[in-house]
């Protein structure tokens, strides 16, 4: 399996205390950890650790921290064939405090450039290529070049140009705050009909996606045979929740390429979330694949056969079905909660009777993207 990982690159120094420190005040700790981060870079680490022949393809500064990053890929087998060095930029950092009395996570990042990657003309044939959403010309080149491939989009954090990403990926894992500001309505876990109705009309926009929405701390959304299902996220101890979404969508990768149906997928991607929990450092806490499958099989039994056809949902069951809002496990237990089928509301309700969609999505994204406001439903080929 080829991969390529295509965005933005972060170095991670995480810093631990005992408790969030007072302004204006001096603090000393002895606990840093320091690791290569970015969602791509995490992802790529991500796909190398589980087997898979990784390149990662991003921009790093002409500096020490850069000169750390580049040899800790390639001392992780991450390919480094298209990562770009600029000789006038510092490679962006992130300071994570971190709270040991209630795991809390306050990040500082370092201003990043207006920088894009301009050496992009891949030359290596792809099974999987996954961007985050940064990067346009490069990730929208590859999506074209490897039209045979898997490809997906990270859609983490609303921003300007986000939503042309979604013309061209064929998998899109996408956060709530993203899917609300798409739609300009609020998910609420304990009513599912709003999930239901985000989901599906994300669908309709977008219907040549197959379409994941994760809630932080709560599951993912997604669609089985025409119908919009829950998978509740498990709950177990947090040490450190840095880049576990972007071991998830690592993980969809993987199974998706790796012929899994969409149900295993999903399942293994949950599983590797909960497990990175547990370790501090973004890339330093990736499970090894083979923890991660032996939890499914000791939940669910042997993962089913490779290379099953997987079938993309362009389309939602309109007909609603009792709905139970995913009840939550004990702290005490780590377990794989039951899928719940959502209901799929004939109207969607709009999240606020003051502002139309248009409004929403402007405020969000800074401006009105064309095929959300025109019913163009049309995607590019790639």
Known sequence: MKTLSIGRLMYDVNILM???PQEGTENITKEMITCSGGSANIIAYSLGKWNAESFISGVIGYDETGT???????????????????????????????????????VVSTAINEFNIKKYEYDTSMDCVIADGYEYNASVYAFNKYNGAVTILNAKTPHNGLLDFFKYAKFVVCSSTVAEAITGMKIDFNAPITMATVYKRIVDKYPHITLFITMEGKGTIYSVNNEIKVLATINTEIVDKTGARDIFVAMIGYGITSGYDVETTIRLATI??????????????????????????????????????????????????????????????????????????????PASNTQSDEQVITNVFNSAPNDLTNGNNNAPSA
């Open 18 to 20: 005992d408790g969030y």
């Open 68 to 106: 750390t990053m580049k040899k800790n890929m390639e001392e992780n087998k991450i390919k480094t064939n298209y990562l770009e060095t600029n000789y006038d930029i510092k490679t962006p950092t992130s300071y994570i405090f971190i709270n040991k009395q209630n795991n809390s996570r306050t």
């Open 272 to 349: 590797a979330e909960a497990l990175s929990k547990k370790t501090i450092g973004s890339t330093l806490s990736i499970p090894i694949l083979s923890d991660i499958i032996k939890y499914y099989e000791d939940k669910f039994g042997p993962i089913v056969e490779k290379n099953e056809t997987i079938q993309e949902n362009n389309s939602v069951n309109t007909n609603p079905s009792q709905t139970v809002p995913p009840s939550q496990p004990s702290p005490s237990k780590t377990e794989v909660n039951s899928v719940e089928t959502l209901a799929t509301p004939a109207t969607p309700t």
